[in-house]
């Protein structure tokens, strides 16, 4: 497990959160016949939502 410089020793937040997301990624790209998986498919697997021009998830 990683941890924060300076911290108590116990696990970073952050990097289990990168650890998952990663996982999620190659799980997603084990299971697709292209050689890539596609921007809108990466994007799906770490749910990203879509910020409208103003940096608003409303677009607005």
């Known amino acids: 497990m990683a941890s924060r410089p ?3 020793g ?3 937040p952050v990097a ?3 650890i998952d997301l990663y996982g ?3 799980i997603a790209a ?3 016949d292209e050689e890539r998986l ?3 498919r990466i994007d799906e697997v770490l749910r990203v939502v ?3 021009p103003q ?3 409303d677009g607005g």
């Open 30 to 32: 084990s299971s697709v």
């Open 10 to 12: 116990g696990p970073d």
């Open 55 to 57: 940096g608003d998830a």
């Open 16 to 18: 289990l959160i990168e």
């Open 50 to 52: 879509p910020r409208g």
């Open 24 to 26: 999620e990624l190659m």
């Open 38 to 40: 596609s921007p809108d």
């Open 6 to 8: 300076g911290s108590s």
